[in-house]
């Protein structure tokens, strides 16, 4: 699967996705990656509701990744996440990849909240969150809580 803004290419991840976006050198994968692709092997149909690899368009080059910690709970609801190189940061990609996958969301299956979590001294996170109309709903342990629904 793949999503397109004006100035990125969001490409679910897959194994094959991943063996060609792996050679780049300007992006570091987690362990959350390895640990979403053996969960997706395991389960075809996690596809979409995991890691998403952030392509800026104008030189073909992955600036981060974005995505969902699995599919929709029984009450239509999924957790968004999103890292973005520092190279990258403070362009306002990030806003525009989440937006998108967050439309994504709300046109498939039956997700009708997207939630998220960032830590309270993140304001980078929380300027995002609130430039994509979030509402913060929770503090506790030093993170924040937000919701949006559909």
């Known amino acids: 699967m793949e999503l397109e803004t004006q100035r990125l290419k969001i490409i679910s991840c ?3 996705s991943f063996s060609i ?5 300007e992006y570091e994968f987690g362990p959350h990656i390895i640990m979403f692709l053996e969960k997706l092997t395991e389960d075809p149909s996690l596809s979409g509701w995991g890691v998403w690899f952030v392509i800026k368009k104008e030189n073909n080059t992955i600036i981060g990744d974005i995505g969902f910690k699995g599919k929709a709970s029984s009450e239509g609801i999924v957790e968004v996440g999103y890292g ?3 190279a990258a940061q403070g362009k306002g990609y990030a806003t525009e990849a989440v937006k998108e996958i967050i439309q994504w969301a709300f046109s498939h299956g039956n997700v009708n909240k997207v939630v ?3 830590k309270d001294n ?3 996170s ?3 969150l609130e430039k994509l109309h979030m509402n913060k709903i929770a503090s506790e342990n030093n993170m924040l809580k937000w919701k ?3």
């Open 84 to 86: 973005i190189v520092p």
């Open 122 to 124: 993140n304001f980078a």
């Open 148 to 150: 949006l629904e559909k």
């Open 116 to 118: 998220a979590e960032c």
């Open 14 to 16: 897959t194994e094959e």
């Open 21 to 25: 976006i792996s050679t780049t050198k």
């Open 126 to 128: 929380i300027r995002i």
